[in-house]
């Protein structure tokens, strides 16, 4: 148990919906990060969020968005989704600008689009 | 910039032999350096991490991974497979970016499967 904690654990959207993903970070933590794990590859880094700002982007369009609240939570919207959007949606928590800080993550929500 | 490598994309063992994962890394930065469990259908587990200090790092169930500078490697070794270490690992780099920021950046995994 990492403390961190996900929800939906499965949904199923069909191509060009909107969906919402929400996380719960683990106490203490103030730093949340979303990642993308396709079927067989590693985690792709989405965003980072740190006092409610976007501190860090990967390599993702603009129809991924996020939330981070004054309670640390965070929610990772998609718009406009695509097939290729069906992955593993995992989100992580740390301390931020702590040398080695271990990142932990939650079970994931798996999204597939149709 | 940081990299990560995973040398080897499956590794299968037999169940009671050793286990070698290997991991080579680039960073223009001291780095943090991690190891990542993952079962199937599961969130990702820490199994062990690099911050500076001593270079052989023990982890939990009985895993260990040792820093080499000079080689940027990071090899996760474990003396003898159980059944229940089947699984997908993952080799994580994490060094200081811009403004301070520490994000990860994640080797491609390797799978490694336990016969019996």
């Known amino acids: 148990e990492t403390g961190v904690t996900q929800s939906p654990t499965h949904l199923i959207k069909t191509r060009g919906q909107q969906v919402t993903l929400r996380c719960s970070s683990q106490s203490g933590h103030n730093t949340v990060s979303w990642y993308q794990q396709a079927l067989g590859q590693g985690p792709q880094f989405i965003f980072q969020y740190y006092r409610e700002e976007e501190n860090g982007r990967g390599n993702f369009p603009p129809r991924f968005s996020g939330l981070q609240f004054p309670n640390y939570s965070s929610e990772l919207n998609v718009n406009a989704l695509e097939l290729d959007d069906s992955a593993l949606y995992l989100c992580a928590s740390s301390l931020y600008q702590v040398a080695g800080n271990t990142i932990y993550f939650g079970e994931g929500s798996w999204l597939t689009v149709v | 910039a940081q990299s990560v490598t995973q040398l080897d994309s499956h590794v299968s063992v037999s169940e009671g032999t050793p286990v070698l994962l290997r991991c080579n890394y680039s960073?223009?930065?001291?780095?943090?350096l991690f190891w990542y469990v993952q079962h199937p259908n599961k969130g990702l587990q820490l199994l062990l991490k690099?911050?500076?200090?001593?270079?052989l790092v023990k982890g939990i169930n009985g895993f260990e991974a040792e820093f080499k500078k000079s080689e940027t490697s990071f090899h996760l070794t474990k003396p003898s497979a159980h059944m229940s270490d089947a699984a997908e690992y993952f080799c994580?780099?994490?060094?200081?970016?811009?403004?301070?920021?520490?994000?990860?950046?994640f080797g491609r995994g390797t799978s490694l499967i336990v016969h019996p």
């Open positions: 994580v780099v994490s060094a200081s970016a811009s403004g301070g920021s520490y994000i990860p950046t």
């Open positions: 690099y911050t500076s200090a001593a270079t």
């Open positions: 960073s223009s930065y001291s780095p943090s």
